[in-house]
């Protein structure tokens, strides 16, 4: 019998390859009794309704009430969601998280009053509030808050919006449901025949068979799914855009787009501009894939022959420890203060929880809060080179957060979504840079530009067609046309035309993909992973072409956090998102890969 290669449990891990909680909370029974003391924290909420407009003082002191709350309840929150990705099955966690998010949804709706209260104030005796020295603190968190003022309700209609709020996430919910626990997809031979449970997790795998076969049948099969359940999956998606239609309209937005791009004060021009962009060099898509249909020498391109890499990848053994030295080399443009913290976070300082382990949530991503290390949860694999790029993003996001939390306090730690994916994509451009500076043939550079080329494609250019369906279907439900299956799949099928030209062999049910995104149920969120690469590969250009100022810019773009709005933030670093200039030059870099690429083969 071949041997089998078994998941380890959690205690058979080493301590020193998970994460140390601790600063977070030392065991259960510590959690139970912040829990407790949040709870009890609570009422205060109370003491501040009707007074806001008394005095700048009230005010000073209602921010730092809100302050020592929010404080306290994230640590909860990310303890609970922490423990729980170390065993998903653990019912202790999931049930501490389901606690903790009845106990969030009471407080937004004890807060709820705060917004309209502090919009209710006169302006003249607001902008007098907003001159005192006490409240210079919290100034640009209240400035930002009173751009909302056209937006926010009285203090009633606050609380009935926060009492649905769960209600409000019901679609995603069924969504989540359905696409992660009850669909099945069956069973797939893989390459050397042993036969494989086909889930969202093993789909990617097999798509990058070797084996042309492999690959179509777990495309057919997945999407076999899709199309049996494709009208509650259309009811879902509908009902989620229609929220957002809903949440727009209630809160006097001229639209969802708009409503979603309010907060981080970002021109609907940006997100046009950024589509626009990409269309102008649909070209070069069409080009590449046509060098990918060559290169695995088949007659037409399907959507099943779009992830297996078109020049093998050599054989690699990267233990986490030669990993960790990898991307502090590839860092140390960075300079030596960075690559100290990185090194001992992710050696010494347990950030990191490093392998699988039975139960453990699968992927990898960056979580923590002002109290406690920028924690990492990854299911790190030797023998797999794309193990260590995905250490370098997830690093990037916790070098982010470390420099904002230890440069900002807390009120202005929380970096904007917008540029979140910057700094991790950062990281990636680096050590990518790196590796090509040391290949040591025309295949392993092949293989790194290959990579990279499917990483723009994925993140740039195939996120931003998913925002211009976002667009497209939100736009239909504004104007009072249902979407149905029919309308949905319709929509999507004339982009994938669009994205993709006539390169690609458009398979019947591929047009029910825009059904099976789970990002659509958080609207307008997918094209800042466009943007946010854009803006990477400049910053990264400018950082290993430059010197100390370029560098410095970066570091000051990381220890930011959330005192300036996201724009701002990143032309300080030398990035004008408002500008056609970094899409462009982004695909410009897309064009040069592929021109690379296509002489290697």
């Known amino acids: 019998m071949p041997k089998t290669k078994s998941v380890p449990l959690r205690t ?75 065993d998903v099955a653990d019912s202790t966690y999931q049930g501490m998280l389901a606690r903790f998010s009845y106990i969030a949804t009471r407080a937004a709706e004890k807060a709820s009053y705060i917004e309209p209260e502090l919009r209710a104030i006169p302006r003249k005796r607001m902008e007098a509030f907003l001159e005192a020295p006490l409240l210079k ?56 025949g042993v036969r494989v449970e086909l889930t969202q997790s093993s789909y990617r795998s097999l798509l990058e068979s070797p084996k042309r076969a492999v690959r179509k049948e777990a495309f057919e099969k997945f999407y076999q799914e899709y199309a ?73 391109l399907h959507a099943y022959d779009t992830y297996v890499p078109i020049v093998p990848a050599a054989k ?15 860092m140390a443009p960075l300079g030596g203060d960075y690559v100290a913290v990185l090194r001992e976070g992710l050696l010494k300082g347990r950030w990191v929880d490093r392998y699988e382990s039975k139960g453990k949530r699968s992927g990898a991503y960056s979580y923590g ?29 916790s070098m982010h957060s470390h420099f904002s939390r230890k440069h900002q306090p807390y009120q202005y730690s929380h970096y904007a979504i917008f540029v979140a994916e910057v700094a991790s994509t950062f990281n990636e451009q680096l050590l990518n840079a790196y590796l090509l500076g040391r290949a040591k043939d025309k295949k392993e550079r092949a293989y790194l530009i290959n990579r990279e080329i499917d990483e723009i494609r994925g993140t740039i250019i195939r996120q931003t067609m998913f925002a211009e369906f976002e667009k497209i279907i939100h736009g239909l439900a504004e104007e009072g046309q249902p979407l149905t299956v029919e309308v949905l799949r319709s929509e999507y099928r004339a982009l994938l035309e669009r994205y993709f030209g006539p390169g690609l062999a458009i398979d019947d049910h591929l047009d029910l993909e825009g059904l099976r995104i789970p ?60 500008r056609p200039e ?18 290697l083969l």
Not at 369 to 397: Q, R, W
């Open 369 to 397: 809060c002002y109290d406690s290390p920028p924690y990492i949860l990854m299911n790190y694999k030797h023998d797999v080179l794309d193990s260590m790029f995905t250490l370098a993003h997830e690093a990037g996001h």
């Open 137 to 192: 603190p919290y100034r640009f968190n209240l400035e930002r808050l009173l751009r909302f003022r056209p937006h926010i309700l009285s203090a009633k209609e606050e609380r009935v919006l926060a009492m649905q709020g769960e209600v409000a996430g019901s679609a995603s919910k069924a969504f989540g449901q359905l696409n992660d626990a009850d669909m099945r997809f069956g069973h797939v031979r893989d390459a050397d």
């Open 12 to 86: 058979a891990l080493k301590p020193e390859d998970t994460w140390d909680l601790a600063p977070l909370f030392k065991d259960n029974a510590a959690w139970e009794r912040a829990y407790r003391q949040l709870e009890r924290l609570m009422d205060g909420f109370d003491e501040f309704r009707g007074k806001l407009g008394e005095s700048a003082a009230v005010i000073r002191a209602c921010c730092e009430f809100e302050v020592r709350f929010n404080r306290l309840g994230e640590r909860l929150g990310v303890f609970a969601y922490l423990k729980s990705s170390e």
């Open 519 to 578: 990002h659509f149920y958080s609207a307008f969120y997918v094209y800042k992973y466009a943007t946010g690469l854009s803006a990477a590969i400049a910053l990264a250009d400018q950082v290993l072409q430059g010197g100390p100022r370029e560098c410095g810019r970066y570091l000051a773009f990381l220890k930011s956090g959330g005192a300036k709005y996201p724009l701002d933030q990143l032309r300080d670093a030398g990035v004008d998102l408002e």
């Open 582 to 599: 970094p899409v462009a030059n982004a695909m410009a870099h897309f064009r040069a890969l592929v021109d690379e690429l296509e002489s």
């Open 228 to 300: 049996d359940h494709a009208n509650t999956l259309a009811a879902t998606l509908s009902s989620s855009v229609l929220q957002d239609v809903y949440q727009a309209r209630v809160r006097n937005y001229p639209s969802a787009l708009e409503a979603a791009l309010f907060a981080d004060k970002v021109p609907a021009a940006v997100y046009d501009s950024l589509i626009d962009a990409v269309h102008a060099n649909l070209d070069t898509v069409y080009r590449y894939l046509d060098v990918r249909r060559k290169a695995l020498r088949v007659p037409a």
């Open 316 to 330: 690699v053994n990267i233990p986490y420890g030669k990993a960790v030295d990898t991307i502090c080399a590839a």
